[in-house]
């Protein structure tokens, strides 16, 4: 039998592969070429992070703006092996994240509801991505839909 600790990080993880399953079904914003190149660390000291799939909330970021999310993405994924840190790198991430999520699209509400530590409403998930430098770059890919999420359960909007 699992203690809580154990299935609260259990259904973060299955919540963060259904929620960027979400983002098959969104399209990007605006146009495709919204991926922006992430150069290498200058850090000599630093390796390169791998590839690492979050999804914030519409409510966590300014929509358009360069800054970083706040808070804590409502579902993480990582993987160890390193990418390209070009342009190329950020896509095959992107699609590294996509892979995961397609399998929990179905349950999506419910595993990101769970892993929130607040109630939402009419919140939108978008995917962002670490690739080689420590800092969130926004794919701009949403979910089709809005989430209301009250005491760690979805609600219809």
């Known amino acids: 039998?699992?203690?809580r600790q154990q299935l609260n990080f259990q259904i973060k993880m299955y919540l963060a592969l259904v929620a960027m399953a979400l983002c098959i079904s969104c399209s990007f914003a605006e146009n495709n070429s919204?991926?922006?190149n992430i150069k290498p660390s200058t850090n000599t000291y630093d390796q390169p992070i791998g590839c690492v799939c979050a999804v914030f909330l519409s409510g966590q970021f300014k929509k358009?703006?360069?800054e970083q999310p706040k808070g804590y993405p409502a579902?993480?994924?990582e993987y160890p092996d390193p990418l390209p840190c070009t342009t190329i790198g950020n896509r095959l991430c992107i699609n590294k994240c996509l892979e995961v999520i397609v399998k929990h699209l179905p349950n999506s509400s419910t595993i990101l509801c769970?892993?929130?530590e607040r109630d939402?409403?009419?919140?939108r998930a978008y995917l962002f991505i670490k690739n080689c430098k420590d800092e969130w770059t926004n794919t701009n890919l949403s979910a089709g839909r809005e989430y209301c999420c009250k005491d760690?359960?979805?609600y219809k909007c």
């Not at 939402?120 to 919140?123: I, Q, S």
């Open 114 to 116: 769970a892993s929130l």
């Open 34 to 36: 919204t991926i922006t």
């Open 1 to 3: 039998m699992f203690n």
């Open 64 to 66: 358009g703006s360069k």
């Open 75 to 77: 579902l993480l994924h």
């Open 152 to 154: 760690g359960m979805p």
């Open 120 to 123: 939402c409403h009419k919140e």
